[in-house]
């Protein structure tokens, strides 16, 4: 056992006691985090205007402060830009600004305080740590290379302050036993083309024991299906009568496709983080047996809300980071909708999240949905953009209704789907959908795949199935898809690549053929 894996294996145990503590005290310990940002904060701009100074509760706050969005935000942070040391909305200065991916409109600089940063920081390793503590032989991962997408963390400036992505920002903060851990480092991160950039990752994992793979999760996954299909010839070339020719050439199958578990032996985790990861699950176990795929979930404003801790798939709410409420998705919509405690939140039942946070976004709505999976600990899954929402015959189709039709389909079909799209369209005046997508194989029945897909969205959906059984909406189609709309989307946006579960964009279809 190297020392570095022993140093990491001590902290994580030593660790889990302040971890367990978090996640069994979340409601105690999300209020006490609010009283220490109003407390904080009582002499800003933003403080001031909201009389943060007269706030003593939970309630109070509700009170004082209206629910915000991404459109409410801009005129603060227009200020923030023109005097970030002239506590706007928080009592520290800016310390960075973080380029979000634009998911809800134009993407926007997220002002970052130092105490923001350690807060996302501390979250990440919770999550690191809970995944070694959670089986014998997880810290295996320290012996190796943890390969990790990260973008550039400084691409312009605001008035003298950094503006970067939030992976390589990240990086660059982290402690350093992780920063050793972490590669390939600045060198590649900084790399804006995105061709480039996926051949030195292909490089890396080829000539190294890569134990993990983590970043958004779609770039993951696009990277995978690029060694997978197109890099073996290259790499056999590329390494060509050096020590690392044997290995690529013993990975490759007859027809040059590349066995990924044969290439990397140790590859134990894929660090999951920016999209619902279930509908990916079998084919990923499937392609590299034994694979733990292991889930961050965070947010550019607020930094990290919670980690997987568990084998069990879910992700446990950290509220020592950030003070949580919740909309009931029935009233999110509603003009004003009630924003109820952490407390008072029911299992199984869905939410839009609001986060207030140490970067100075109070009460704030990002667009996301979740259902909670269990209440001791809080527990979510099926996150998913509240915004993305198709409604073409009153059956108001959501990104959660897709992903978990697609993992219930692909369970009943034993079909193992790599990259899919669902298109809503019409057709002489008849609404239906089009499910676009990438098997791996064809060995799967279209017929019996859609049969299964809208039998789950019925289930959980009872408008589909009210349009679809009454006509109103017509039966769902498979295309197939020829090249992978993930990897398009890749291509266009390096940094942080988002899929694209549910669209009414039309131009989708044009990657396809008929199943």
Not at 419 to 440: K, Q, R
Not at 468 to 485: C, D, F, I, V, Y
Request: charged share 25%; proline share 5%.
């Amino acid at each position: 056992m190297s020392v570095m894996r022993r140093l990491v294996r001590t902290m994580a145990k030593r660790k889990a006691r302040e971890i367990h503590h978090v996640l069994e005290n979340s409601v105690e310990l999300t209020e006490s985090k609010l009283k220490s940002i109003v407390e904080k904060n009582q002499d800003t701009v933003f403080g001031r205007k909201h009389r943060f100074g007269r706030i003593r509760s939970p309630e109070e706050y509700a009170e004082s402060v209206p629910l915000c969005d991404s459109v409410d935000m801009t005129k603060w942070l227009s200020l923030v830009y023109e005097n970030p040391t002239g506590r706007i909305l928080t009592e520290e200065s800016v310390e960075w600004y973080l380029m979000s991916s634009g998911t809800t409109g134009k993407p926007k600089k997220i002002p970052v305080t130092k105490t923001g940063m350690t807060d996302t920081k501390t979250g990440s390793m919770y999550g690191w740590l809970a995944f070694l503590n959670a089986e014998p032989g997880n810290d295996s991962i320290i012996d190796g290379t943890m390969v990790t997408f990260g973008a550039p963390s400084r691409i312009s400036e605001v008035k003298g302050i950094p503006v970067g992505y939030a992976s390589g920002v990240y990086g660059e903060k982290q402690n350093k036993v992780f920063q050793r851990l972490i590669k390939p480092g600045p060198d590649v991160f900084n790399i804006t083309d995105n061709e480039a950039k996926m051949w030195e990752y292909a490089k890396l994992i080829a000539t190294s024991k890569t134990t993990v793979i983590q970043g958004i999760t779609t770039l993951s996954l696009a990277l995978i299906r690029r060694l997978q299909n197109e890099y073996g010839p290259e790499l056999v070339r590329e390494y060509n009568g050096t020590k690392h020719e044997d290995r690529i050439r013993n990975a490759m199958n007859d027809d040059q496709t590349l066995n990924l578990r044969r290439l990397c032996p140790d590859l134990k985790m894929l660090g999951s983080s920016g999209i619902d990861v279930g509908p990916y699950r079998t084919w990923l176990q499937e392609q590299v047996p034994g694979l733990k795929i292991w889930e961050f979930y965070g947010l550019s404003e607020a930094g990290i809300i919670g980690t997987q801790n568990y084998i069990e798939p879910g992700i446990q709410l950290l509220g020592s980071l950030n003070y949580l409420e919740f909309i009931r998705q029935r009233d999110s919509e509603k003009e004003h909708p009630e924003a109820i405690p952490l407390s008072d939140v029911k299992k199984n039942e869905r939410y839009e999240i609001v986060v207030t946070s140490e970067n100075g976004w109070y009460r704030y709505r990002p667009g996301d949905l979740v259902t909670f999976v269990e209440v001791s600990p809080f527990s979510v899954r099926q996150i998913a953009r509240k915004g993305r929402v198709v409604n073409m015959a009153g059956e108001k189709m959501a990104e959660a209704h897709v992903a978990a039709a697609i993992k219930a389909a692909s369970a009943k079909t034993n079909a193992q789907v790599m990259d899919y799209t669902v298109v809503g369209s019409i057709e002489h005046g008849l609404p239906f959908y089009t499910l676009a997508a990438m098997f791996s194989g064809n060995d799967v029945d279209p017929l019996e795949f859609v049969a299964a897909f809208e039998d789950n969205i019925k289930y959980s959906n009872m408008e589909f199935k009210i349009v679809r059984e009454s006509g109103a909406l017509g039966p769902t189609r498979l295309l197939r898809m020829r090249r992978s709309l993930a990897e398009e989307v890749v291509r266009e946006s390096h940094a942080q690549a988002k899929p694209v579960p549910l669209t009414t964009d039309t131009s989708v279809l044009a990657l396809c053929e008929e199943a």
